[in-house]
């Protein structure tokens, strides 16, 4: 079970991009994962007619280490630390460290 997980709120702690939210897309590796609207670059893209793929300067979303994001406690409103434990029907959870409320109900 991972810390982090597609769908998760998460905030930037370190980079360019301090302190904006985004929505974690898709987890790369253990290492880096793809956050919406996070660590843009823009991408000269050749058109392809035959595909209907327009040609120009797009903005792609690049990944960022996993290190430098933190999950979003909407209880805080701040980035926190996330941990596991089991409950008492013996499910494993994702928690909050800050205030022990359990991430995924």
Known sequence: MQK??????????????KGKQGKVLKIIDEKKVLVEGI????KHQKGNPNAGVQGGII????????SNVGLYNPETKKA??????FLDD????????????????
Not at 4 to 17: A, H, N
Not at 59 to 66: R, T
């Open 4 to 17: 982090l997980r597609k769908g998760d709120e998460v905030i930037v702690l370190i980079g360019k991009d």
């Open 59 to 66: 903005d792609k979303d690049m990944p960022i280490s996993i």
């Open 90 to 105: 013996g499910k494993k959870v994702r928690y909050f460290k800050s205030t022990n409320e359990v991430v995924d109900a």
């Open 80 to 85: 926190d630390r996330v941990g596991f434990k």
């Open 39 to 42: 660590n843009r670059a823009k």
